[in-house]
């Protein structure tokens, strides 16, 4: 089967990208392409390759970023992906997901409303990685009553989480 790769021209988005040392390659060349495709991009660290830093301190910041509208879109990258969209999901207004494969850099959004892409640095290539980054950016919700819905249902239950979990603490 042959596909064909359409890339839609937006309006250059405001990105936010972190990394800890098993994306931080990715990050550095994903970086520059998408500077170069004319985004506005908010590196959110590690600055630099640290062998023993933990994707959490990088990864926390810019889903918060991409929670609050500081940025538009975010990707993290850490060794296999994994990691970075666990603690991603954590943040109130995050919907975060593993990518592998351009079908589900697209419907994510569309669907979910993804709003933060992962990808596993040690796993993913810099040639597939660009293109699911330039899928995710392209794509945008669909507004279909059926993904709103679902869409209602999950931000309710993160508030029902947060509220009990306020509740439990204090």
Same mark, same amino acid.
């Given at each position: ?10 309006? $250059? ?26 985004? %506005?991009? %908010? ?7 640290? $062998? ?8 926390? $910041? ?10 538009? =879109?975010?990707?993290? +990258? ?24 351009? @079908? ?12 933060? +892409? ?5 796993? %993913?290539?810099?040639?597939? /990685? @660009?293109?699911?980054?330039? +899928? ?13 819905? =679902?869409?209602?249902?999950?931000? /309710? ?14």
């Amino acid at each position: 089967m042959t596909s064909c790769l359409i890339i839609i021209r937006q309006k $250059p988005k405001f990105i936010g990208i972190a990394a800890d040392h098993g994306g931080f390659e990715l990050k550095q060349f994903l970086t520059i392409r998408l500077r170069g495709a004319g985004h %506005t991009v %908010t590196d959110f660290g590690d600055a630099q390759q640290q $062998p023993d830093d933990d994707y959490t301190d990088f990864v926390v $910041p810019l889903a918060r970023a991409v929670a609050s509208g500081e940025v538009q =879109r975010g990707v993290a +990258i850490c060794g296999s992906g994994v990691g970075a969209a666990v603690a991603a999901n954590k943040v109130n207004g995050v919907r975060a997901c593993l990518i592998h494969e351009s @079908w589900s850099a697209h419907q994510g959004v569309e669907d979910d409303d993804l709003n933060l +892409i992962c990808l596993g640095g040690l796993v %993913t290539g810099h040639s597939l /990685a @660009w293109e699911l980054v330039q +899928i995710f950016l392209g794509a945008g919700f669909s507004g279909s009553d059926r993904h709103r819905r =679902r869409l209602s249902k999950m931000i /309710a239950l993160e508030h029902y989480e947060a509220e009990r979990s306020a509740k439990a603490i204090g």
